[in-house]
């Protein structure tokens, strides 16, 4: 099973990207996915997540500009990022519990910068 994402790229601030994981292999079941994002030097910290059932949760500094999204039926992860800041500048990374175990992808990079 492998998890590849993509979407990133250099943005200018108050722009928009959507990121996009997409799980591929034997696939039997999807439960909670999740994004998280590491800035240069610091930890990876979730910063967005969805459960099987669609249920939602964001860290506060990204509530009303990025939405966590899947398609079940693509077995598909997505983020919608609006209103970008330079803060928001990091490696971005796509977590899924695949068939029971915790996978990731390799990360995508986020650049806000004017």
């Known amino acids: 099973v492998q998890l590849q994402a993509s979407g990133g790229g250099l943005v200018q601030p108050g722009g928009s990207l959507r990121l996009s994981c997409a799980a591929s292999?034997?696939?039997?079941?999807?439960?909670?996915m999740g994004w998280y994002r590491q800035a240069h030097g610091n930890q990876r910290d979730m910063v967005a997540g969805i459960t099987s059932g669609g249920s939602t949760y964001y860290i506060d500094s990204v509530k009303g500009r990025f939405t966590i999204s899947r398609d079940n039926a693509k077995n598909t992860l997505y983020l919608q990022m609006n209103s970008l800041k330079p803060e928001d500048t990091a490696v971005y990374y796509c977590?899924?519990?695949?068939?029971?175990?915790?996978?990731w992808g390799k990360g995508t990079l986020v650049t806000v910068s004017s």
């Open positions: 977590n899924g519990v695949i068939n029971g175990m915790e996978s």
């Open positions: 292999g034997s696939i039997f079941s999807i439960n909670a």
